[in-house]
């Protein structure tokens, strides 16, 4: 069981808004600590689309949106297009535990 | 541009040791604000954290691993290793190793990440 709750899977036609949410604990997100997001093609590794709650790396769309807010997170993708279907993740330190955790994992289906 | 390429046997038997290399290239084990980690995802499964080695030689381990892992570097060649002893079939998965970075330690991000490499714990 992960130390950060996803839901399995989300679904949305192209051209639509997605959101996943990331459920923690005080020790994790709750704790301050920094989020982020992780988009995985099948057969390929993570690649980092969103850190520190909304900051987005070099060549990530700007329609992929993060925040934060309590022991949550989520984040968002407007104008889904066909390549935005994939497997993503969050990830977080967790204080009580000592480690980065990562949250189970989010399938995207782009209707 | 930073690339991380992992290395070593896809196959190892159960009880012994699985030994992996990360080959860095674009930048330097020796920096003075990353941490390079290993990172290992079970097939159809989610991913986990294995701990990290930072330029002076610290270590960082899970804790649910701490006491079969080792994580070293070699300077010389820009590589960082990741040693797993007594492994079972639970420790098949791919096996990652990341680049670790953040204003604080405990908010690292980790870009950007190897391929990846499958290790298959079977007799």
């Known amino acids: 069981q992960s130390a950060l709750t996803q839901p399995p899977s989300v679904s949305g036609a192209p051209g639509q808004r997605v959101t996943i949410s990331c459920t923690g604990t005080?020790?994790?997100?709750?704790?301050?600590?920094?989020v982020h997001w992780y988009q995985q093609l099948p057969g390929t590794a993570p690649k980092l689309v969103m850190f520190d709650r909304n900051s987005r790396p070099s060549g990530v769309p700007d329609r992929f949106f993060g925040s934060k807010s309590g022991t949550s997170a989520s984040l968002a993708i407007t104008g889904l297009q066909a390549e935005d279907e994939a497997d993503y993740y969050c990830?977080?330190?967790?204080?009580?535990?000592?480690?980065?955790?990562f949250g189970g994992g989010t399938k995207l289906t782009v209707l | 541009q930073v690339q991380l390429q992992e290395s070593g046997p896809g196959l190892v038997k159960p009880s012994e040791t699985l030994s992996l290399t990360c080959t860095v290239s674009g930048d330097s084990v020796r920096n003075y604000v990353d941490y390079w980690s290993w990172i290992r995802q079970p097939p159809g499964r989610g991913l986990e954290w294995i701990g990290y080695i930072f330029h002076t030689g610290r270590t960082k381990i899970n804790p649910s691993l701490e006491s079969r892992v080792t994580i070293s570097a070699d300077r010389s060649k820009n590589q960082f290793s990741l040693k797993l002893n007594s492994v079972t079939a639970a420790d098949t998965a791919v096996y990652y190793c990341?680049?670790?970075?953040?204003?604080?330690?405990?908010?690292?991000?980790?870009?950007?990440w190897g391929q990846g490499t499958l290790v298959i714990v079977s007799s």
């Open positions: 005080s020790s994790n997100i709750g704790a301050g600590n920094a």
């Open positions: 990830q977080s330190y967790d204080t009580s535990l000592g480690v980065w955790v």
């Open positions: 990341a680049r670790g970075h953040g204003d604080y330690v405990r908010d690292n991000r980790f870009d950007p």
